[in-house]
């Protein structure tokens, strides 16, 4: 069996737990935000993926556990003004050396709730996007939903615009818990949603599950896990509750003066996803990485995260969201009133802070983000780093084999079942000795 580290905390607090991104977030500055000037005056790279990521801060109701920047207060007129500058920022870009003339391999709207918008919003937002830089050989266009959003009509419309990968944010299939964590949507909403979606031919449907949401309980969690297996989508996402800094839980966590969060601790979170792997895995859908089981590997792919993973390019357009360009990082303005304001100037970029990754923690950042998927191949990085993981990771891999986590032979390194159970807590050991520790942004 595993081991655990004497001093984790079994409780679940405050804090940031997944990785989603390396070096960390607390180490990108403001200082460096242009050098994306430089970077897009490069010509374009032949043999990089561009990826478009939008985001649409917009929502119905704050989630208690959310820490994305959202708007559950704008006006008609304030989200047509906020496109507007989304476009032009698209725009922007699209005429610098970097990204003109580039087509986009993947397209990602996130949120906030993209589903928030019109159907007469989402077009006019689509048809601009898509004149600026192409998405017609596009490999994947994944739009996140809120299901309480899906009128017929507006899933008519995501539909015609292109979208591949529908998905929704359905957390839960309980009304009790769902209300108690904020969540907008009902169970009822689900379901008349979802009917239509699999009627009008999504190529593939994700539904979003969370392990440790306030008032979750076994019983519960059975019953949510074996509901998601009745609908039969292609694929499904399940997360792990975790409390950031600005979310609802921790401000009144903070207030009454309470050190853990209400919510199920590490071990029963761990618990409840590895029974849901299993009840997935019995009724034919493979694990395919420490947080998604698909129904046909080799048909449903996930090309945002991959390509991601993989070093690809990633135009992000909006308020404070996440790019990546030629190895620099980036992050927008955080919030919509300063975005705004640069767009407004003519030219400037509404880059809020960066940071340009070396050789070598591009090495890093592909190889830890890639062991959430439950294997690296070691010929991988040899061919596109020249680095022996071997020799770089050894000590770490070495020691997680030991303690049960990993297997490995010449060829590939494997996270098992319990390893993928925890992979986030376990691939800090691989940072660089000034990144170690700080997971928070």
Known sequence: MPT???TEDKKTTVGNY???????????????????????????PSDTPLGVYFHVPFCRKRCHFCYF?????????????????????????????????????????GGGTPSYLSEKQLARLTSAMKAAIPWDEAREVAFEAEPGTLREKKLDAIRDMGVTRLSMGIENFDDHILGLNGRAHRSREIFRAYEYAKKIGFPQINIDLIAGMIDET????????QQAIDLDPECVTIYQMEIPYNTTIYKQMKESGQITA????????????????????????????????????????????????????????????????????????????????????GDELPIFRAYETN???????????????????????????????????????????????????????????????????????????????????
Do not use: C
Not at 22 to 39: L, M, N, T, V
């Open 4 to 6: 655990e580290t004497a």
């Open 18 to 44: 997944f990785v989603s991104n390396y070096p960390p977030f607390a180490y990108w500055q403001k200082e460096q935000a242009a050098k994306a000037e430089a970077i897009l005056k490069r010509p374009a």
């Open 69 to 109: 920047r959202v708007y559950t207060d704008k006006k008609a007129s304030e989200i047509n003004d906020y496109l507007d500058a989304g476009l032009a920022e698209l725009e922007r870009y699209a005429s610098r050396p970097y990204i003109q003339g580039r087509k986009a391999d993947f397209v990602y709207f």
């Open 218 to 225: 076994d019983e519960n969690w059975a019953k949510t896990v």
């Open 262 to 345: 209400p919510v199920a601790d590490w071990d029963t979170k761990r618990k409840w996803v590895k029974y849901a792997f299993e009840q997935f895995e019995a009724a034919g859908y493979t694990v395919t990485s420490g947080y998604t089981v698909v129904k046909n590997p080799k048909k449903v792919q996930f090309v945002y995260r991959d390509a991601l993973w993989g070093g690809a390019d990633l135009l992000a357009l909006g308020v404070a969201s996440f790019g990546h360009l030629a190895g620099l990082h980036y992050q927008n303005q955080a919030n919509v009133d300063p975005y705004m304001e640069l767009i407004e100037r």
């Open 359 to 441: 050789r070598e923690e591009q090495l890093i950042r592909e190889f830890i983000l890639q062991l959430k998927l439950g294997k690296v191949e070691r010929a991988y990085f040899e061919r596109k780093f020249g680095v022996s993981v071997a020799e770089k990771f050894g000590h770490v891999t070495d020691r997680f084999v030991a303690e049960g986590y990993f297997e490995q032979d010449e060829k590939e390194i494997r996270v098992n079942r319990d390893g993928l159970l925890e992979v986030d807590r376990l691939l800090h050991d691989y940072f660089l000795p000034q990144h170690i520790g700080d997971r928070y942004v």
